[in-house]
């Protein structure tokens, strides 16, 4: 049986994390911040930077939510560490991250006005995501329902190319999907459309569509998925099915041994679903001259194109130095590090006034700077994610019950009554663990 709340809340037993988490001490610390964050993302440079800025020594340690959960558990959190939007209402519903407003009100590098949209989603007033104070910040983000496509694949099959300033529908986007998928047995030569970063975030494609007509995955309260009840909800979901049963999609019945990214790059996928972030690798030595991005298509003529990961840093309550934390963060998000990230390409800037440092070099760039400059204006959205449960608990369920279904094992309404058991059930336990 699925562990209901998931990764987030594995093995860790509920009452002793949450007295963990609203244990908050004051005492100063050792001149040393430990920092769970990606090593990808965090360069020896990045660290030298802040060392040398803040005259703090830094302890980097990789990120790991099991690890994250298991040493709040035994009173020992990092002091800052890496997370993406969806997890944000959880970590603040159980007192284990710090209201920071204080620190930006004051901050003469971090100033409110000059903070990108997608920080919004680091605020939480109890109710909603994009209210209420500020509990972290974006490393950097993307309008991430963008699209990228490999124009050999479109070639192959005589098929036009969308254009780069029109947006899809999602149907337009399945039917040219459809022309360019290309398969002769078991041999693949091109997966049509592949979205949802393998569907680790199907839920948040789901949330996006439905925030076109003004809806939720979610109850008003987030007491339950919105889902078998909603007309919707069941008609985008079947979308989403659809893509896989009809072999558009990588599935867990034409799965790839690589993640998505990779694939594109060896010029297997003829559509892909990334954000602005994935334009500093999208050319290969394959797909290098053949590759552009797309606006982000739309579910009912609503152009809407938010980040869904929004991955930055956030502060842990228990921290022991705050004021030496917040040193740390404050130089990693608008100092040096910033800056070099900013032209990367590796994301759109969290800081607005760094926006014009993204790279404009090649035609390729050129180009996503053009969609990019576009899908900006229509960015500013946030998706409602659960305070209950994991950010992985509903892309678990949902891979399971659709692994079953397309072997034929139940219907599409069986799983989708299924997907929603699992996550209301996984959603009573949050409220639980938190006392509601």
């Not at 001490?25 to 040398?52: L, R, S, Y």
């Amino acid at each position: 049986m699925l562990k209901r709340t998931g990764v987030l809340a594995a093995g860790i037993a509920a009452a002793p994390l949450i007295a963990a988490c609203q244990t908050v001490t004051t005492t100063k610390g050792t001149g040393k911040i430990v920092v769970m964050t990606d090593p990808n993302e965090f360069t020896d440079d990045d660290k030298k930077a802040i060392e040398d800025a803040t005259k703090l020594k830094l302890e980097i340690v990789k990120s790991d939510l099991t690890r994250l959960y298991a040493m709040y558990a035994a009173g020992n959190p990092p002091d800052l560490f890496r997370v993406q939007a969806a997890g944000v209402p959880q970590y603040i519903s159980r007192k284990m991250v710090k209201n920071l407003q204080p620190y930006f009100a004051a901050s003469k590098v971090l100033k409110p006005d000059d903070l990108a949209p997608a920080n919004n989603f680091y605020k939480w007033d109890g109710k909603v995501v994009g209210k209420g104070d500020l509990y972290g910040m974006v490393k950097d983000w993307s309008p991430d329902f963008t699209l990228f496509a490999y124009t050999k694949a479109f070639d192959d099959a005589g098929v036009k190319l969308p254009s780069d300033s029109t947006p899809l529908s999602y149907q337009e986007l399945h039917d040219v999907a459809a022309k360019v998928n290309k398969k002769a047995g078991a041999k693949r030569t091109y997966w049509g459309f592949v979205h949802s970063n393998n569907d680790q975030w199907i839920d948040r494609t789901a949330m996006n569509m439905l925030a076109e007509k003004g809806q939720s995955l979610y109850s008003a309260d987030f007491s339950a998925a919105n889902i078998t009840g909603n007309s919707e909800a069941v008609k985008g979901f079947k979308y989403l099915y659809d893509l896989a049963a009809e072999g558009l999609q990588q599935s867990p019945v034409d799965p790839s041994p690589n993640w998505m990214g990779a694939d594109f790059n060896n010029g297997q996928i003829a559509i892909l679903q990334y954000g602005y972030w994935f334009s500093a690798m999208a050319e290969s030595d394959t797909t290098k001259g053949k590759t552009v991005m797309l606006p982000a298509p739309t579910w009912s003529g609503t152009r809407r194109d938010p980040t869904m990961t929004a991955t930055g840093w956030v502060m842990s309550a228990q921290t022991k130095d705050p004021d030496a934390a917040w040193a740390v963060f404050e130089t990693y998000m608008g100092g040096a590090p910033a800056v070099t990230r900013a032209g990367s390409g590796w994301g759109v800037p969290g800081l607005k006034s760094l926006y014009a440092k993204m790279p404009t070099d090649t035609a390729f760039q050129k180009q996503v700077q053009k969609v990019l400059g576009d899908e900006l204006k229509y960015s500013d959205g946030v998706l409602q994610f659960n305070p209950y449960i994991g950010e992985e608990t509903f892309s678990t369920t949902w891979k399971k019950h659709l692994e079953s279904a397309l072997k034929g094992q139940f219907t599409f309404d069986k799983m989708l009554s299924n997907i929603e058991a699992d996550v209301n059930g996984a959603i009573a336990d949050g409220k639980k663990i938190v006392g509601q």
